[in-house]
């Protein structure tokens, strides 16, 4: 999915002096960051996508939904002549193994999509595929009447599933092309939009139900991200997990990884320590605690994906 | 199929199954992308007894993207715009998810005729009119309910008057008397019931503008 345009900002309207305003009210989207806007006044996720879309503008890139892997070395180049922690961290994270990563759009979907490409990518990738395929898709379909459980029509979630099914299950049994899946093939379908998209709706709902049927577990740590007033499951689950583009935090990290069954480990790349070590957030879910975790990174407002490899 | 057509058949199909509902979508023209939603004005508002048509166009990129809808049926809702039909629902916007399908949506506009939110507006002249007062204000809704939307209209008050059928100072939520104070200073019918909408001479608001005010603008 493509993040629309920033429109350009508006002319000020003079206001009749004597009688109140006679038109509508202009329609209240998203708040549309301006050359005016106080830089102060944005969450780290604005400042993010601000960053993002400056960079790519200056560099005349146009970042693909999920990008080929590139060496860290790349991401340090980007903070030498800024940030110093940040390359410390950096620097921490290559003598740790982690020698690469893959770079996800900064569109608030990056969670669920990083996620969901090292998922597929550990099926592709194990021992024995077909019986981690056979396994994950048992998983997966079990999901289904988790979903229609908390409420969701089945119209309107099977044909995300179908999507992500076919293409586990394309792992070990060749598609129409006559192939299994290879690394090419996992990366044009995480890039072409419907297909990407559809697998990032599929997890975003199957985080909002594992909240849902188990609302004694998250109920206390449910706070709107910008107010930070407590909030109702339902409505947190409608607007911070299912609604598109909505960026995700610790709670739908355990959900998520809860519901998959997967061990997951975050970096926190923040700048914040002066000794350049980087914070690792763990969750836990796979039956077999013992089992590597994928791995992701963090940086304020934006996640992508950690490659430990020689 | 193109997976946009494949869910929105499912959908439409969906809705002419469950009757239950009361919803119905129909098409517009040959396209199945620009359709037509109809729903029953919630009952114990003011809009019980109407039918409200909704237009509805679905962009290309359904479901990731909101379906788009504006009321056809002309309604007076602060949330409403009473000019174009535009609707300032969340859903329709940094809210929607894909999970939310067009019988869904129109079940919020439906709830949404039920709980006005006059403090985020889509019609500013409606939603004052709300919250100086709401009996007016209901009063007028109920009106446009009977006059737009084939609603009952009020029990026991006659809404009839001459010529179309629409009484202006109705529609506008004002008082007959007051409409009639400033017309007797010769100032035109149709002006001054502009005036007194815009500087919404309603409620206790009656007071605290002065006839000199009213005047003012009526001359401008």
Redesign the interface.
């Given at each position: 999915?493509t993040t629309p345009p920033p429109s350009p900002p508006t002319a000020p309207r003079l206001r009749p002096a004597?009688?109140?305003?006679?038109?509508?009210?202009p329609?209240?989207?998203?708040e549309q960051v301006t050359e005016d806007t106080d830089i102060s006044t944005l969450t780290t996720a604005q400042v993010f996508d601000l960053n993002q879309s400056l960079l790519d503008e200056a560099t005349g890139v146009t970042r693909p939904l999920i990008d080929e892997i590139a060496p860290i070395s790349t991401l340090r180049a980007e903070y030498e002549n800024g940030s110093p922690a940040f390359v410390r961290q950096i620097d921490w994270l290559t003598t740790k193994g982690y020698h690469y990563i893959r770079r996800t759009k900064g569109d608030g979907d990056c969670f669920y999509r990083s996620v969901a490409f090292a998922y597929v990518e550990r099926m592709m990738h194990a021992l024995n595929p077909a019986q981690a395929v056979e396994k994950g898709v048992a998983t997966l379909k079990s999901t289904l009447p988790m979903l229609e459980n908390v409420g969701?029509?089945r119209?309107?979630?099977e044909?995300?599933y179908d999507v992500l099914e076919s293409l586990l299950l394309s792992i070990v049994t060749p598609q129409v092309t006559g192939k299994t899946l290879n690394a090419v093939g996992l990366l044009e379908a995480f890039q072409s939009?419907?297909v990407s998209?559809?697998i990032v709706?599929y997890l975003?709902?199957l985080t909002s139900a594992q909240i849902r049927i188990d609302p004694d577990a998250f109920a206390p740590f449910l706070f709107h991200p910008e107010l930070g007033e407590p909030m109702e499951v339902r409505e947190f689950c409608?607007?911070f997990v299912?609604?598109?583009?909505k960026e995700a935090d610790h709670v739908q990290m355990t959900a998520l990884s809860k519901v998959l069954q997967l061990n997951v480990n975050v970096a926190y790349l923040d700048g914040r320590n002066s000794n350049g070590l980087v914070d690792f957030v763990e969750f836990r879910s796979a039956p077999d605690a013992n089992e590597t975790p994928l791995a992701l990174l963090y940086r304020p407002g934006h996640y992508d994906i950690l490659v430990d490899s020689e | 199929m193109d997976a946009r057509l494949r869910r929105v058949n499912k959908e439409i199909a969906d809705c002419k199954n469950d009757k239950a509902s009361g919803i119905k979508i129909e098409l517009i023209d040959e396209s199945p992308f620009h359709l037509k939603g109809i729903f029953p004005g919630p009952e114990g508002t003011p809009y019980a007894g109407g039918t409200f048509l909704v237009d509805i166009i679905i962009p290309e990129s359904y479901p990731f993207q909101p379906v788009k809808m504006k009321f056809i049926t002309k309604v007076y809702h602060p949330n409403v715009s009473s000019a174009s039909g535009a609707i300032c629902l969340d859903i329709l916007k940094d809210a929607w998810s894909p999970v939310l399908t067009l019988k869904s949506t129109l079940i919020s506009l439906q709830s949404l005729l039920c709980s006005p939110e006059p403090n985020d507006p889509q019609d500013a002249e409606v939603a004052k009119h709300f919250t100086t007062s709401k009996g007016s204000f209901e009063d007028t809704a109920t009106y446009w309910t009977q006059i737009y939307a084939g609603g009952p209209g009020k029990k026991g008050v006659s809404t009839a008057s001459s010529g179309d059928g629409k009484d202006e100072v109705a529609m506008a939520g004002l008082e007959k008397a007051h409409v009639d104070q400033f017309e007797a200073l010769g100032f035109q019918r149709g002006k001054v019931i502009d005036v007194l909408r815009r500087l919404n001479y309603r409620g206790k608001n009656v007071t605290q503008i002065s006839e000199d005010r009213v005047v003012e603008e009526l001359l401008k």
């Open positions: 999915m004597a009688l109140p305003e006679i038109e509508d009210e329609v209240k989207g998203p969701f029509q119209l309107a979630f044909d995300f939009p419907e998209n559809s709706v975003r709902l409608e607007h299912e609604a598109v583009n | -």
